[in-house]
């Protein structure tokens, strides 16, 4: 692949510009290509931003297994240091990825404690470290990077440095700034903004210091004492900072290595105390020899600590660490092999769909069996709760949930959980947040995953074949074996940030000035009473009956004990059910019985998909205005939030921020006529993706059943909402994996965030067919977001970022990225796609580790890729600028939680949030944004936020115009009683499309 630069650009002003391009091969023979740019330019900051930094390569990653997490080719760390290392959290997205790194290089991890931990070193070191008789301390400090100034730290980062100046302390990024800061230097405002861009690092050579003077080292032994030792002269690091160390006093620190195009100091060392900072972040994905500086530092601690030991005269007082424990705010139990012998709470019941007349070994063809949208209207769409997971564009896709559809609804009330943030905060309430009940219904206490696969075969089901589900991981071809379907909004958010902050012993509950934003939005949305609903394991499930869309739950989840799962490829259906009591295994066999005649021969016509792009675009000729969408804030408002993003980032706030907005629309009475269904349909049919879904909660329940023709309406209650999502992008997945067949089986976690988003060349002449033109222009654009250097730091900073979620649940050394910033297209865009993966439990016979999806999602939540990064302090500024309206659903996730510890989140973009509107209508909300970073155009991202809302914007448009036009179609409110026959279902379904 050779990159090109387009003449067009408006990166390419009147500057100099030199290119360099340099191809290498990766370790499984994929050649890349590397493309530098340098410029200079006199003119005003915007535009040095889009020159000076502009330079991009496509990063030199290795294809990595499941042993990877380098991000560099040389070789594994070939000993183990036996340091005790203490990790100072400055709130950073990328911290973890220290702890990883560091972790591979030591006997025992590091110790992470947050910044505001402590009111000082003093209390710290009082509750960390207490004298006992294991003869050991802290050997060394790490300073992570994090948001702000190194002037607004707090006291516990400062006094660290103080405190210990005998003690190996290394400062990355903001670490950086403290340590030049403390040692008298100037912390100001860089050149420019840097974030998410690799530049050549180029190392200082040094003087001899004057301790080495004093105790007559020589040079070899001078270069010894560096974190710099044996890297080469020059390197690439990414950098992500906007202030830089300045005015340095030399007669107490030396710079070590400075960037080759701007001149920022990017490495210093104390002349006298082992103080060392980088600039750069060793631990970034595109870092070079991040491993070797992270183990020159390891190094150099375990020598201090032998050195000390050595001289040491008086070992009868000593510091050693100690057990702090963390909040037990899991009821996993730690130890599974100590509840192995307790039962599942579940047995899976499995029935491949066969032809009647067939061998028990055919499945049934595709000719014979209802089709996916055909099976949920028929069975699905008379129940006021039931989800659809669709994997639309199935037909492109060859892995992934986008192979798979999943539908289910609950059997009774008990099973369903909505759940809300504001009063699970409220310190009167006895609630229990979303994850942990979810963790307590599926893993905890002993309920650990069946290996045991009951497979119901033959015509009479009545036979039953037990399986390991271990030991083929090829069929079923799906990893769902029954469980929870639902929803997680991204106020969810809120939750998970608290929990991460309780392990590393931080403040919470509003006692840190880090979360004095977390209620603002719930308090302006909540407006009703509360109510809790007891559920029989003690937990409480907790509603709120308010009059507006702000009373769709932060969380809604159902427990799935009858469900249906397609897989595309086979065109196969099959049926899953739970049984919880022996007593309930008659009843599945014979669900599965009635399910499987019913899918096997379809009585009403397949639906004609196209209809519903073509009619209602005839139908838009006539029409005066299709139904006008108004953003929440608008042009000129969103336009200047991007302003402010720039000035968050030049002050060094944020790398990056993932701004939204809301663009809302309320459709009159007469579309009550259709359904949400309907729009469903029109959005599947018009924009394809595979991590689609649609969730229909609470909804008026006509009593109908197979043979119902009309959908259920919006119900009146204030939780009634419908969400219509053709999400392309996964959040997180985890699914049982094997190196070897005859290997252990191990639970991988992946993540799939998307950054980088351009138009796709839609075909004009029929529609359907680009001509050789259009081919070749759509090919452009997607080559040109393959080069993009603003798309290309919004992906890295992404990926560094889930690198760093993962890392706090994954095995140590697992968490690799086995794609980096690859170019996906779907029906209307193309998008820059990176797949990070890594290891989250290993399962060896009937034994697990104790991480689960929960853990997972508690690291992970709200996805990177719609915050930004750091995470934490970028969420508080977006709440800021998007004025406290909460986001709802959109920018949540919805998938699955399965009984066998499988998982498959994806992230709500692309969506419809449905809800009643005060005239009986419909209130139509869908969420758009994106990333703003310092390259980023005030009308480039407006117009990109219009952009990821069109297909949807049009889907709804449509749906609403179809209303119009056919003013004859009975009130949905008012469907008739499932007594029609066969054929008259089928003309009234025509009628409909």
């Avoid at 010894?224 to 107490?252: E, G, Q, W």
């Avoid at 998938?895 to 992230?907: A, E, P, Q, R, T």
């Amino acid at each position: 692949m050779v990159s090109s630069s387009s003449s067009s650009s408006y990166y390419w002003r009147p500057v100099i510009l030199a290119i360099s391009v340099f191809y290498a091969t990766t370790s499984i023979g994929r050649v890349v290509c590397f493309v530098s740019t340098s410029s200079s330019s006199n003119v005003h900051l915007r535009s040095q931003l889009q020159t000076t930094t502009t330079r991009t390569r496509t990063s030199f990653i290795r294809h990595l297994d499941r042993n990877g997490g380098r991000n560099d080719d040389t070789a594994f760390p070939k000993k183990k240091y036996n340091i005790s290392l203490l990790l100072i959290d400055h709130y950073d997205s990328f911290t973890y990825n220290l702890y990883d790194m560091l972790a591979q290089l030591t006997v025992e991890p590091p110790k992470v404690v947050a910044k505001d931990a402590f009111d000082g070193w003093k209390d710290a070191f009082q509750c960390l470290y207490k004298d006992n008789n294991n003869n050991k301390e802290v050997d060394g400090i790490i300073l992570s990077p994090g948001p702000g100034s190194p002037q607004e730290q707090p006291a516990f980062s400062k006094e660290a440095i103080r405190y210990n100046p005998q003690l190996p302390i290394l400062g990355v990024c903001l670490g950086h700034q403290l340590l030049a800061m403390e040692y008298g230097g100037r912390v100001d405002k860089a050149p420019i903004p840097i974030h998410g861009q690799d530049h050549w690092i180029i190392i200082q050579p040094q003087p001899q210091s004057r301790q080495s003077l004093q105790n007559n080292r020589s040079i070899d032994e001078e270069q010894d004492s560096t974190i710099l030792k044996n890297l080469p002269f020059s390197f690439r690091a990414v950098r992500y900072h906007s202030l830089a160390a300045t005015d340095l006093p030399k007669d107490t620190l030396q710079v070590t290595a400075m960037s080759s195009d701007d001149g920022v100091i990017q490495g210093i060392q104390h002349v006298e105390f082992p103080h060392y900072g980088v600039q750069f972040h060793p631990e970034s994905i595109g870092t070079q020899h991040g491993m070797e500086l992270l183990e020159n530092f390891c190094r150099l601690v375990e020598k201090q600590k032998l050195d000390k030991e050595q001289s040491s005269n008086n070992t009868d007082v000593d510091h050693s660490p100690i057990s702090v424990q963390k909040e037990d705010t899991s009821s996993v139990a730690t130890n599974m092999e100590e509840t192995i012998s307790l039962p599942p709470r579940f047995q899976v019941f499995l029935h491949e769909v066969i032809k009647p007349s067939s061998s028990s070994s055919s499945s049934v063809s595709s000719e014979t069996v209802m089709e996916p949208v055909e099976a949920f209207e028929a069975l699905y769409g008379s129940k006021s709760h039931a989800i659809w997971l669709d994997s639309s564009s199935s037909a492109t896709t060859t892995s992934g949930r986008g192979t798979v559809d999943i539908m289910a609804a609950p059997l009774s009330s008990a099973d369903i959980i909505e759940y809300y943030v504001k009063n699970h905060q409220n310190q009167n309430t006895t609630t229990t947040d979303v994850l942990t009940r979810l963790e307590n219904e599926l893993y905890a206490n002993g309920k650990s995953a069946t290996r045991d696969l009951n497979v119901v075969v033959g015509h009479d089901f009545r036979d039953i074949e037990t399986i390991d589900d271990q030991a083929n991981l090829t069929w079923p071809p799906f990893d769902f074996r029954g469980g929870y379907l639902g929803m997680l909004g991204y106020d969810i958010r809120y939750d998970t940030q608290q929990f991460l902050k309780r392990q590393e012993y931080a403040p919470v509950d509003g006692s840190s000035s880090s979360t004095t934003t977390t209620t603002t939005a719930r308090d302006r949305d909540d407006q009703g009473s509360r109510q809790e609903h007891h559920q029989g394991d003690g937990t409480t499930t907790t509603t709120t009956t308010t009059t507006n869309s702000s009373s769709i739950p932060d969380a809604a989840f159902f427990l799935a004990r009858q469900s249906l799962v397609y897989h595309h490829p086979t065109s196969t259906w099959f049926l899953i059910g739970l049984a919880e009591h022996d007593c309930e295994i008659d009843g599945i066999l014979e669900w599965m019985q009635s399910t499987s005649s019913i899918l096997t021969n379809p009585t009403m016509s397949k639906p004609e998909m196209e209809g519903y792009v073509t009619e209602a675009a005839k139908g838009q000729k006539g029409r005066k205005k299709p139904l006008a969408f108004v953003p929440n804030r608008p042009k000129s408002t969103y336009q200047n939030d991007i302003s402010r993003c720039h000035e968050f980032i030049e002050l060094g706030e944020s790398y990056e921020l993932c701004l939204t907005n809301q663009l809302e629309a309320t459709a009159t009475n007469k579309s009550n006529r259709l359904s949400t269904w309907d729009l469903y349909r029109r959005l599947r049919s018009r924009n394809p993706a595979p991590y689609s879904a649609y969730v229909q909660w609470n909804l008026d329940n006509p009593g109908g059943g197979v043979a119902a023709t009309k959908m259920p309406p919006l119900s009146k209650t204030p939780n009634s909402f419908a969400i219509c999502s053709s999400s392309p992008e996964r959040f997180m997945s985890v699914k049982p994996k094997k190196i070897h067949p005859l290997g252990p089986v191990f639970l991988q976690a992946e993540a799939k965030p998307i950054k980088g988003t351009c138009a796709r060349v839609m075909p004009q002449n029929n529609g359907v067919i680009r001509t050789d033109s259009e081919i070749r222009e759509d090919d452009r654009r997607a080559r040109s977001l393959e080069i993009s250097l603003k798309n290309r730091a919004e992906n890295l900073m992404i990926v560094d970022l889930l690198r760093n979620d993962m890392s706090r649940v994954c095995q140590v050394g697992t968490v690799h990225v086995a794609k980096l910033m690859a170019i996906e297209s779907f029906a209307t865009v193309h998008q820059m796609v990176s797949t990070i993966r890594g290891t989250l439990s290993e399962q060896t016979g009937t034994t697990t580790t104790t991480k689960t999806p929960i853990d997972l999602l508690r690291a992970s939540f709200p996805g990177g890729s719609m915050t930004g990064a750091p995470k934490m302090r970028t969420m508080e500024l977006l709440e800021e600028l998007e004025e406290h309206v909460s986001r709802g659903p959109y920018a949540g996730s919805i998938g699955y939680l399965s009984v066998n510890f499988c998982m498959d989140m994806n992230i709500v973009i692309r969506s419809a949030v449905i809800t009643p509107s005060s005239d009986g209508g419909r209130k139509i909300s869908i969420g758009a944004g994106g990333a703003i970073t310092a390259l980023s155009e005030r009308e480039d991202e407006y117009d990109e936020m219009l952009l990821k809302a069109r297909a949807v914007i049009q889907a709804v448009q449509e749906w609403e115009e179809a209303a119009m036009d056919n003013p004859q179609a009975e009130p949905e409110a008012e469907p008739e009683a499932p007594t029609k026959t066969d054929k008259e279902n089928t003309s009234a379904f025509k009628n409909r499309a």
